[in-house]
């Protein structure tokens, strides 16, 4: 099993910086790639960005290309997203998923999620 915990969530304003946190735990010697999602009220779960296990190969979606980096230590078996210019429609809860072997841009795709972080951005 995989045991994975988001932190760093909290209330920023618009234009401030945030930086997510994802540790995980468990089956370590597997090569995940791992992704973040984020869900908004009344919304469906989205593809935020997605990293390979080597961090060679990073994707992102198309609202959060150029302000946000996702990033990864292996040696700590962590995963971070640094979000920058942040918006109000940021808000939402993120998670972060693992995956073998490639990076996937759907939700069904991925294996283990976490419980989930509170990100709120005020105008």
């Known amino acids: 099993q995989v045991q994975l915990v988001e932190s760093g969530g909290g209330l920023v304003q618009a234009g401030g910086s945030l930086r997510l946190s994802c540790a995980r735990s468990?089956?370590?010697?597997?090569?995940?790639?791992m992704g973040w999602f984020r869900q908004a009220p009344g919304k469906e779960r989205e593809f935020v960005a997605g990293i390979a296990w080597s961090g060679g190969t990073t994707r992102y979606a198309d609202s959060v290309k150029g302000r946000f980096t996702i990033s990864r230590d292996n040696t700590k078996n962590t995963v971070y997203l640094q979000m920058n210019s942040l918006k109000p429609e940021d808000t939402a809860v993120y998670y972060c998923?693992?995956?073998?072997?490639?990076?996937?841009?759907?939700?069904?795709?991925?294996?283990?999620w976490g419980q989930g972080t509170q990100v709120t951005v005020s105008s």
């Open positions: 998923a693992a995956k073998i072997p490639r990076i996937g841009l759907g939700p069904l795709e991925y294996d283990y």
């Open positions: 468990g089956r370590t010697y597997s090569r995940y790639a």
